[in-house]
């Protein structure tokens, strides 16, 4: 009889015509024979339904449909851990791509591993073509300790310097038990960063185990609703209510200096948004108070480029704030966001 795990792969998906159907025959096609597929369609308007219908013909897939909205995608999230009937569990996107062999990687480091709650892989950035434009990366400083398991103080450390630049959502796989122990996604409390809010907790309690290779094509649009509100956020980022509600249970000597630089670009981001925008008072109050922070904490965060980046962008800010020229203000933050490698304008003028 075999001892390998049986696996839940669950796809929460709202209208997600354009490109599940990529994302279930990569999904058909894993090399892990112990698992069940289901789709949790969100109340989906489009061909999504037809779509599943579909595959479901030659696949044993499950398509749990909600006749009812539900608002939030977390909720779907969670859902989907209920509806599971697997203890491991894997929560992929509706429009990536996976390796076929990630899923028995993944069930392979949780057999090994039995004390490890989740376990993520790294990701090629795709766009909507499919054409890889960047990638993952576990930071060096994980990468320097050569293992696959690591704890809380690890973890954390490392996001607060890379701002969690290598925990990739869509490539995770959870234990159910573990869920059910400490609860699902918390938007209530996070917002739109709820995934770091949940992998924190999770890595609380249990260790977390990353396999350093990318087995998932991470697809990223200028027309993702998560893409689109990030790129215009004029509140507070949901990241750094994360790193304030766990830092004081970590040893962060050291590492504040990046918390800080954060805060800095939180406030250069959310000053040249509201600016683009054309609210100048709250855009110039918060350029102000970036340089303030900067000049305050300069010994320390001088040598954090994102911190002396944003630094820059809000003394410049600040004096094209005092100009009556909304053209020449438009222009400044078009040119700041080619600067930031977008190739697109992302923020609505």
């Not at 309690?205 to 094509?217: K, M, Q, S, T």
């Not at 040598?303 to 003394?315: E, G, K, Q, T």
């Not at 005092?322 to 190739?343: E, I, M, Q």
């Amino acid at each position: 009889m075999s001892q390998e795990p049986g696996v839940s792969i669950c796809v929460p998906v709202f209208n997600g015509e354009e490109f599940l159907a990529e994302t279930l025959d990569s999904i058909v096609r894993q090399t892990y024979p112990h698992r069940e597929i289901i789709v949790a369609d969100n109340a989906s308007t489009d061909r999504t339904p037809e779509i599943v219908k579909t595959f479901m013909r030659d696949h044993p897939i499950r398509h749990e449909r909600s006749e009812t909205f539900l608002e939030l995608s977390e909720e779907n999230c969670n859902r989907c851990i209920n509806l599971a009937q697997n203890n491991l569990v894997c929560i992929y996107h509706d429009d990536d791509v996976y390796e076929p062999d990630i899923v028995a990687r993944c069930a392979g480091v949780m057999t090994e591993h039995p004390e490890v709650g989740a376990v993520f892989t790294m990701a090629r950035v795709i766009d909507e073509r499919g054409r890889e434009v960047s990638r993952y990366r576990l930071p060096g400083e994980l990468k320097r300790l050569n293992k696959t398991v690591f704890h809380l103080d690890e973890i954390f450390k490392a996001v607060l310097k890379n701002e969690n630049s290598f925990l990739v959502c869509p490539s995770v796989m959870l234990r159910k038990s573990v869920i059910e122990r400490l609860g699902g996604w918390e938007h209530e409390h996070y917002r739109f960063t709820s995934d770091l809010g949940l992998w924190f907790k999770i890595a609380r309690d249990y260790p977390v185990a990353i396999i350093d290779e990318p087995l998932v094509r991470y697809r990223i649009s200028p027309q993702q609703g998560s893409q689109r509100i990030t790129r215009e956020r004029t509140e507070r980022d949901g990241y750094l209510k994360v790193i304030e509600d766990f830092m004081p249970q970590i040893n962060t000597d050291g590492f504040e200096k990046y918390y800080w630089a954060s805060c800095i670009k939180d406030l250069g981001f959310r000053a040249l948004n509201l600016s683009a925008a054309g609210n100048i008072p709250e855009s110039r109050t918060l350029a102000r108070q970036a340089i303030k922070e900067f000049w305050k904490r300069a010994r320390d965060v001088w040598s954090i480029r994102r911190a002396v980046f944003w630094f820059i962008v809000s003394l410049f800010l600040s004096g094209i704030n005092a100009l009556p020229f909304g053209g020449l203000r438009r222009c400044y933050c078009s040119t700041v966001v080619r600067l930031l490698n977008l190739k697109k304008k992302v923020i609505a003028y």
